[in-house]
Every structure is written in C-alpha cells, then in structure tokens.
C-alpha cells in the first residue's frame, strides 16, 4: 500500500449487482480496503433474475458458500438449459443444453460426425446425444461432475432461485466487519474540479460519504455512472427491440422441470422458471407491436398454476453504456447495461466485471490505459452475448406476426452476419477468444433455428459409414445409460432440501 493505493471504495445499490460486488470485492480485498454499501429502503430493487447459467458455481467456490445452504434458502432449483419453443416456428422447441454434445474422436468436433450422419438410416438429433439434454428431457438431475466408465462428461448445471433472497444470503455471508451498509438516499455525487472525478456522495440524512473509487450498482437510472459523469448509453433496441417485461409468480403445479423455458409470443417470448414454492414467470414484449393490457393477458393465459399477484410492468432499453469504466466509477449490473433474460447472462455479468475489475485494479489515478483496457473487453463480452440473442429472432421462419416479420428482416451486427453465413455454408463454428457462449451453445441455437450447414467437415469421413453409425449409437447407448440413473429433478430436490415452505416469498 502507498498514498496513490485506493483504501475507501464505495458501492451504490444493495440489488444483486451490488452485494455480489461487496460479497466479491470484500473476500479478496477486505483487509486492504474500507468498503461501503449504501442502499436505500425507498427505492426497490429490479427483484428479477431467476435463471443463471453454470459459471455462477464458481462465485460460491470463490466465497466459500455451500451450494445445498444456499438452494435452501434462495428455494433454489436446478438447471441444465434453456428450452425454447417456438422461436425457430410456431411449435418447434430445442433446447439449449449446457455441456457438451457427444464425443470427439478426432482433430474435428462432434458435429461434424452428427452433420454427416443425418443423411443415414437411424440417425438421431443431435440432443439425443447430450447427456444434459435427455436428463432434461426425463425430468431428470443429479449432481454428476464425472461418470465412472462413462467417457461422456457429467451433467453441468446452473441454478433458479429466488433473486431477492440471493441478494440477502450473500449479505449475510460477508465476513463481518469487512462492507459497512449505509441506509440512504444518493442526493448529490460532488465531483473534482480539477479532472471530473468522483470525490463524495451525500445523502438525505445530510452525511457526506467520501471515497477513492465508486462502484455504481443503482440500476437502470445509473445514478453515478449517467446522472453524475454524463458517460451515455449506446442503444441495441434495432436489433433486439423488446423493451418491457411483466413479471408474475403463480402456484408451482406439475412437473419440477430442471431447466428454464422460453416460449415465443406474439410479439415477445414469455419465461417460465421453477423454484421450490413457486414458479416464476414474465412476458418480454415489444410495446410497438402489443399494449401492456394484452401482454398481461397472454402471460396470464399461459400460467401453469394460479397467478399469485398482478403482474408486475418493467421498462427497458436494451443497450450498454458507452463506457461501463469511467473516471473512478465502475458500473456494474443494470447500471452498465441491459440484455433481455433468453439466455440469463445479467448476473454473470456482474460477476465477470468484478472479476476483470479485480484482475485490473487501479490505483486511485485510474490509469487510462487500464481503464480502456476493461472497456474495450467488457464491450466485447457484451457484444457477443448480444449477438447471440440476435441470432433466436433474426433466424426465424416466423412470419404470422409484424413483430417476428421485422425481426427476420432485420440487418444485423456484421460479426453476427459473418456466423450465420460461415456456419449455413461450412458447418464452421469457432468461439472467439473469451466469448461466454461455447461453440456448443451457438450450435445449438443455430441449429434449433433451422439454420442448416450445406456441408460438414471433410474429415467427418475418416470413419466409414459402419464406424460412423457404430459411434453414433454407442454414444446415444452412453447418454441414456447414465440418465437412467439419475432420480427425478423433484425427487432430488426433494431429498437436498426437504419439502419447500409455501408460497409466500414471491
Ligand atoms: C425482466 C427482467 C428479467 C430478468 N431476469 C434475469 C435472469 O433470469 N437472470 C439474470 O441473470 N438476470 C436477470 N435479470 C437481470 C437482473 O435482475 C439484474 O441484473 C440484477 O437484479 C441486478 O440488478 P441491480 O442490482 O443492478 O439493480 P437493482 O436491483 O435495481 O438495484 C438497485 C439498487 O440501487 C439502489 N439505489 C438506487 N438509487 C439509489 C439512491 N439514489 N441512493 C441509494 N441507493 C440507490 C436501490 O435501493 C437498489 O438497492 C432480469 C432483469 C429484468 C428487468
């Protein structure tokens, strides 16, 4: 430590992004740093965000938390993709499986193999070769990193829960004395006259908190990030143009399925997620194309169990913010952007900025160097995922609506472009550098869209026609071995945790 180290860091916002961040930031440098939270009891959090994705896991092993303790509380469920129906036409579904699909017996990947085998007697979809996919599909889960004898990998699983009660179990599990909670209302940001950065806040109760660096979780009004430093917003409403969610919960009936579904609407997709209690549900829609009275009337009319409130409206402008890093102020969750919850990618990108942040920390001058570094990967990050989300409406044969006719006309990100037409001509499909979604998850989705290779790779023939058919079922023989082993999602569930109280935290 040295004068120009940052000692005091300041957090605004006590919604998801803010206690992972004070969770995060304090276990790493707790003891070097004074950390302040300052929330306000005023203004609620989002209270969303039910679906993650598996690199989640690695926060409890980096805070030491115990999964099982924190499904418990949380009402947690367990995921092994996304089912989405309809997005391809009216009455498809695919899933997208987490994991990976098949095995690779030479210098190409499995789909290659698959893409060759189709045109041959027998031949299977490509999920019938995932073991999270036939899991998902036999309501199936257990916890299974590795198989014996099994040269398939295990199952890799995300988690559902309750988001309000996440943000309270990683409170509860900051090593004490290490983030001191402020209860108060942001009234004014103080800036330097001399290079614009942040020196202090105040609050309603008249107290001036001063820090050396600040980290902005207050949410969509980015109340440091955009109301104090002016950073601006870059909006993608062209290319993903849903801009409202109503959510709601209703009873839990039927089958405890171990994975989220997304199924399109008329001018949106609406989301359906199982908890313990309860199931939480909401509609993604376009307000240019449907009126608030109707989008509540479909997600009303598409409920598995009785509603358990009125729908809850949300605004959004999908987008990010020019720069998520400015002066000495980070943005970190709504305040640094806002994807649409297809593939529940918000919370991990809480989670990588604050990882990106610690591998980059500053000191109090926040090198510009560095600062533009963590801008330039971070938009990378969120580019990609944004493209990804593209890809499940521009590669669409919908054309009963206005709202799927203009998604399937639309020009899209030129990157994105390049993909689809690599993969419809070759088959190709390679993840660039640290981008969050494999070439398994784009295979999936373009796949699942009806994109169709003309081709596969030329080294898929290395095998014969027998040796091919031979893999192919051994490893379907594989899959379904192992699932079978498996008990039910709801059995497992049921065996963890014990039986769910009622429904009375939605
Ligand atoms: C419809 C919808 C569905 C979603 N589904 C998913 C999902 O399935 N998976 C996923 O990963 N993510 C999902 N998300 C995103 C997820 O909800 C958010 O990323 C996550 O909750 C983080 O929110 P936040 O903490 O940034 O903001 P918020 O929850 O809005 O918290 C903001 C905080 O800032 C505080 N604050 C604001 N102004 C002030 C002030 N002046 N003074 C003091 N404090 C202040 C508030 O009190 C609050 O504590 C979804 C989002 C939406 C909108």
Request: include cysteine; glycine fraction near 6%; charge should be neutral.
């Given at each position: 430590m040295n004068e120009t180290s940052i000692r005091r860091l300041v957090i605004v916002g006590g919604g998801t992004a803010g206690w992972l961040a004070a969770a995060l930031l304090s276990k790493a440098l707790g003891s070097q740093l004074e950390i302040r939270l300052i929330e306000s009891a005023e203004i609620s959090t989002v209270g969303v965000g039910e679906a993650t994705i598996p690199q989640i896991r690695h926060i409890n092993m980096f805070l030491g938390i115990d999964e099982d303790d924190m499904l418990r509380f949380t009402h947690g469920t367990f995921k092994l993709g996304v089912q989405l129906n309809g997005f391809g036409r009216p009455g498809d579904s695919y899933l997208h499986a987490f994991g990976d699909i098949g095995l690779k017996p030479g210098l190409i990947p499995f789909h290659h193999y698959w893409l060759r085998s189709r045109g041959r007697p027998g031949a299977q979809s490509l999920w019938a070769h995932s073991l999270n996919a036939a899991a998902a599909a036999a309501n199936r889960f257990a916890k299974l990193e590795t198989i014996p004898n099994n040269p398939i990998g295990g199952i890799r699983y995300a988690y559902h829960f309750d988001a309000t009660r996440y943000g309270q179990y990683l409170r509860e599990h900051i090593t004490p004395g290490t983030v001191r909670r402020t209860e108060g209302k942001v009234v004014e940001v103080k800036l330097s006259a001399e290079d614009g950065f942040i020196e202090s806040l105040r609050l309603d109760s008249g107290e001036v908190i001063a820090g050396d660096f600040f980290i902005d979780c207050s949410g969509f009004r980015g109340l440091l990030i955009e109301g104090a430093l002016d950073t601006g917003y870059e909006n993608w409403q062209h290319w993903l143009p849903c801009d409202r969610a109503l959510a709601v919960?209703?009873?839990?009936?039927?089958?405890?399925?171990?994975?989220?579904?997304?199924?399109?609407?008329?001018?949106?997709?609406?989301?359906?997620?199982?908890?313990?209690?309860?199931?939480?549900?909401?509609?993604?829609?376009?307000?240019?194309?449907?009126?608030?009275?109707?989008?509540?009337?479909?997600?009303?009319?598409?409920?598995?169990?009785?509603?358990?409130?009125?729908?809850?409206?949300?605004?959004?402008?999908?987008?990010?913010?020019?720069?998520?890093?400015?002066?000495?102020?980070?943005?970190?969750?709504?305040?640094?952007?806002?994807?649409?919850?297809?593939?529940?990618?918000?919370?991990?990108?809480?989670?990588?900025?604050?990882?990106?942040?610690?591998?980059?920390?500053?000191?109090?001058?926040?090198?510009?160097?560095?600062?533009?570094?963590?801008?330039?990967?971070?938009?990378?990050?969120?580019?990609?995922?944004?493209?990804?989300?593209?890809?499940?409406?521009?590669?669409?044969?919908?054309?009963?609506?206005?709202?799927?006719?203009?998604?399937?006309?639309?020009?899209?990100?030129?990157?994105?472009?390049?993909?689809?037409?690599?993969?419809?001509?070759?088959?190709?499909?390679?993840?660039?550098?640290?981008?969050?979604?494999?070439?398994?998850?784009?295979?999936?989705?373009?796949?699942?869209?009806?994109?169709?290779?003309?081709?596969?790779?030329?080294?898929?023939?290395?095998?014969?026609?027998?040796?091919?058919?031979?893999?192919?079922?051994?490893?379907?023989?594989?899959?379904?071995?192992?699932?079978?082993?498996?008990?039910?999602?709801?059995?497992?569930?049921?065996?963890?945790?014990?039986?769910?109280?009622?429904a009375d935290v939605c």
């Open positions: 919960a209703s009873e839990r009936t039927g089958v405890m399925r171990p994975y989220t579904q997304a199924t399109a609407r008329t001018a949106g997709w609406q989301w359906r997620i199982p908890l313990q209690h309860r199931t939480g549900n909401g509609h993604v829609y376009c307000s240019g194309f449907i009126s608030d009275d109707e989008a509540a009337a479909q997600l009303l009319a598409n409920l598995e169990g009785e509603p358990l409130g009125d729908p809850r409206l949300l605004r959004f402008v999908t987008g990010m913010r020019r720069l998520s890093w400015n002066r000495n102020c980070l943005a970190l969750g709504l305040a640094a952007g806002f994807m649409e919850p297809l593939e529940s990618t918000s919370i991990h990108l809480v989670q990588s900025g604050v990882s990106r942040f610690l591998a980059m920390f500053p000191d109090r001058y926040c090198d510009p160097r560095v600062v533009n570094e963590y801008n330039r990967q971070t938009r990378f990050e969120y580019e990609r995922v944004r493209d990804f989300l593209i890809l499940h409406y521009k590669a669409t044969e919908r054309d009963d609506t206005p709202f799927w006719q203009q998604c399937a006309h639309m020009d899209v990100p030129q990157e994105l472009a390049r993909r689809i037409a690599l993969f419809r001509r070759t088959g190709l499909i390679f993840r660039e550098a640290d981008e969050l979604f494999t070439e398994t998850g784009w295979l999936q989705v373009m796949l699942g869209q009806r994109i169709e290779p003309m081709q596969y790779h030329p080294l898929a023939d290395e095998l014969d026609g027998a040796q091919l058919d031979g893999f192919m079922s051994d490893i379907r023989t594989l899959v379904s071995r192992a699932t079978r082993t498996l008990p039910t999602h709801e059995e497992f569930v049921r065996r963890t945790f014990g039986t769910p109280v009622a």
